[in-house]
């Protein structure tokens, strides 16, 4: 049988085999939105098992099993390697046509050269194979990410973060391959609701930024504080993960006075809560705008559905869902809102349920301003969107209400280190849609034209969109690290 995961996968002309393999192949990875763990990175982490490294954290992966009747103890708990990789492989059978069957057999070809299917019979062979190879040098933390051809990392942080890792990775300067920026997370600022978990929090943002907290100003002037110490450490953006945005009307009276009820552990009402939250989201986006910093809105998630797995696991274990919730209303009050400003940062939005696909990119082109190429950005597929149709939506609801060539492109929003393929599998979408134009004559059959669309897609915009201090590739010679075949 021949290679499932060939050279020409997902390539269905000759078009696009040409676009993928001279111009999107050589190019690097910029993954500037993910959540992989800063102190793995800096410790430069390594495994023994490839359990540890692929099965762990991975909630797509944990709801296809539970989807096949596997039980938690083989998912998140505490089974061993093999028999939780096992059970991985059990399920694979029936994962076809499940973006899930792509991603695993490109990671296993790409990081531990397997060329097979994962299946019941092949498994423990896979399994030590693997293994096998996670014993060189090159299958570190830093290793992984380097055989990826990442030239860039953007973590997901805290605003109490110290940084300290990012700190500690840098000492290692060029010599580290790559580039590992922090960005602003700041989410558990504007969650009053719980003001218990709030309170305490915010005794955290205190502390971190050396204020004493006890009334609005003073926690402004805290969040102040954190935002240039993160701007000093090269974070260059901000990132939002919401249901929903919020942008209510409210006076600064009325949110000092919601702050103070707040910090004194009284519950705000569900009005004062949404008052609070669209402030937050305001003053938050100004900050962002005054140091030039990058806005992002991941949008759509209905997080922790399932109570009872919520109270024995935790977030992020695979319980969450699309939402419904209003998109266009709060989200055109918002931009609205900083443009009259003068405060409207570059701003990336995604949206998680499809149907609001037309609704971020009509948006967004109410608000682009000609003071930046591609300012107002239509976010990739992301989480349940990341796979073949979601991304192919994308990219044509995209091209007709926007700019596709400005578009800054794929990013893997991923807590796995060999979670890189997802970029090589954008790229082979992306070259197959315009190679299949070319050959249509849909767009012109000029290869140079349309390879430097790829190009740039591919690396060159998110290199210079977001600010990070990145060379633009021309193509030629390739990038060390990525070269075609």
Same mark, same amino acid.
């Given at each position: 049988?021949?290679?499932?995961?060939?050279?020409?996968?997902?390539?269905?002309?000759?078009?696009?085999?040409?676009?993928?393999?001279?111009?999107?192949?050589?190019?690097?990875?910029?993954?500037?939105?993910?959540?992989?763990?800063?102190?793995?990175?800096?410790? !430069?982490?390594?495994?023994?098992?490839?359990?540890?490294?692929?099965?762990?954290?991975?909630?797509?992966?944990?709801?296809?099993?539970?989807?096949?009747?596997?039980?938690?103890?083989?998912?998140?708990?505490?089974?061993?390697?093999?028999?939780?990789?096992?059970? =991985?492989?059990?399920?694979?059978?029936?994962?076809?046509?499940?973006?899930? =069957?792509?991603?695993?057999?490109?990671?296993?070809?790409?990081?531990?050269?397997?060329?097979?299917?994962?299946?019941?019979?092949?498994?423990?062979?896979?399994?030590?194979?693997?293994?096998?190879?996670?014993?060189?040098?090159?299958?570190?933390?830093?290793?992984?990410?380097?055989?990826?051809?990442?030239?860039?990392?953007?973590?997901?942080?805290?605003?109490?973060?110290?940084?300290? =890792?990012?700190?500690?990775?840098?000492?290692?300067?060029?010599?580290?391959?790559?580039?590992?920026?922090?960005?602003?997370?700041?989410?558990?600022?504007?969650?009053?609701?719980?003001?218990?978990?709030?309170?305490?929090?915010?005794?955290?943002?205190?502390?971190?930024?050396?204020?004493?907290?006890?009334?609005?100003? !003073?926690?402004?002037?805290?969040?102040?504080?954190?935002?240039?110490?993160?701007?000093?450490?090269?974070?260059?953006?901000?990132?939002?993960?919401?249901?929903?945005?919020?942008?209510?009307?409210?006076?600064?009276?009325?949110?000092?006075?919601?702050?103070?009820?707040?910090?004194?552990?009284?519950?705000?009402?569900?009005?004062?809560?949404?008052?609070?939250?669209?402030?937050?989201?305001?003053?938050?986006?100004?900050?962002?705008?005054?140091?030039?910093?990058?806005?992002?809105?991941?949008?759509?998630?209905?997080?922790?559905?399932?109570?009872?797995?919520?109270?024995?696991?935790?977030?992020?274990?695979?319980?969450?869902?699309?939402? !419904?919730?209003?998109?266009?209303?709060?989200?055109?009050?918002?931009? !609205?809102?900083?443009?009259?400003?003068?405060?409207?940062?570059?701003?990336?939005?995604?949206?998680?349920?499809?149907?609001?696909?037309?609704?971020?990119?009509?948006?967004?082109?109410?608000?682009?301003?000609?003071?930046?190429?591609?300012?107002?950005?239509?976010?990739?597929?992301?989480?349940?969107?990341?796979?073949?149709?979601?991304?192919?939506?994308?990219?044509?609801?995209?091209?007709?209400?926007?700019?596709?060539?400005?578009?800054?492109?794929?990013?893997?929003?991923?807590?796995?280190?060999?979670?890189?393929?997802?970029?090589?599998?954008?790229?082979?979408?992306?070259?197959?849609?315009?190679?299949?134009?070319?050959?249509?004559?849909?767009?012109?059959?000029?290869?140079?034209?349309?390879?430097?669309?790829?190009?740039?897609?591919?690396?060159?915009?998110?290199?210079?969109?977001?600010?990070?201090?990145?060379?633009?590739?021309?193509?030629?010679?390739?990038?060390?690290?990525?070269?075609?075949?």
């Amino acid at each position: 049988m021949s290679d499932f995961i060939h050279d020409d996968f997902l390539l269905d002309n000759e078009s696009a085999k040409e676009l993928y393999h001279k111009y999107a192949e050589p190019m690097p990875i910029v993954d500037y939105h993910c959540h992989l763990p800063p102190a793995s990175v800096a410790n !430069d982490e390594r495994y023994d098992d490839i359990s540890q490294v692929w099965l762990t954290g991975d909630h797509y992966k944990w709801r296809a099993m539970r989807s096949n009747g596997i039980p938690e103890r083989l998912c998140t708990g505490n089974a061993g390697g093999w028999e939780k990789f096992q059970a =991985f492989a059990n399920t694979m059978p029936y994962l076809l046509r499940n973006p899930i =069957f792509h991603w695993s057999h490109m990671e296993l070809k790409r990081f531990f050269g397997v060329s097979e299917l994962l299946t019941p019979k092949s498994a423990k062979r896979i399994y030590n194979q693997c293994n096998e190879a996670m014993k060189s040098p090159e299958f570190s933390v830093q290793g992984i990410i380097r055989k990826a051809g990442v030239v860039l990392v953007g973590t997901t942080d805290d605003p109490t973060d110290d940084l300290a =890792f990012h700190k500690q990775f840098a000492k290692g300067g060029k010599k580290n391959g790559f580039q590992m920026i922090p960005s602003w997370r700041p989410d558990r600022g504007m969650f009053i609701e719980n003001t218990a978990a709030w309170n305490e929090w915010v005794d955290k943002l205190g502390a971190s930024a050396n204020v004493d907290i006890v009334d609005f100003a !003073d926690y402004m002037a805290a969040f102040e504080k954190r935002h240039a110490f993160f701007d000093r450490m090269g974070c260059r953006l901000c990132d939002h993960g919401l249901e929903t945005v919020y942008a209510e009307d409210y006076t600064d009276a009325e949110i000092c006075g919601i702050f103070a009820k707040a910090r004194a552990g009284q519950t705000p009402s569900a009005d004062e809560v949404l008052k609070f939250k669209s402030a937050m989201l305001y003053e938050w986006g100004v900050m962002d705008y005054q140091r030039g910093w990058v806005k992002q809105f991941h949008l759509g998630a209905m997080r922790n559905n399932n109570t009872r797995m919520f109270e024995a696991l935790g977030p992020d274990t695979g319980f969450d869902s699309v939402a !419904d919730l209003e998109t266009a209303r709060p989200v055109a009050r918002l931009l !609205d809102r900083l443009d009259q400003a003068g405060c409207l940062a570059k701003t990336v939005l995604y949206n998680l349920n499809p149907a609001h696909n037309y609704v971020i990119a009509t948006m967004l082109g109410n608000f682009q301003d000609g003071s930046a190429p591609g300012k107002m950005q239509m976010g990739s597929g992301w989480w349940f969107l990341d796979q073949a149709e979601g991304m192919k939506w994308q990219i044509e609801c995209l091209s007709q209400l926007g700019l596709l060539r400005r578009f800054v492109g794929m990013l893997t929003d991923s807590r796995s280190f060999l979670s890189y393929p997802r970029h090589e599998y954008f790229r082979r979408l992306l070259c197959n849609i315009l190679g299949n134009d070319m050959e249509k004559g849909i767009i012109p059959n000029d290869m140079e034209w349309v390879g430097a669309m790829v190009r740039d897609i591919s690396y060159n915009n998110a290199a210079t969109y977001f600010g990070f201090k990145l060379p633009v590739l021309d193509g030629s010679p390739a990038p060390k690290g990525r070269k075609s075949k």
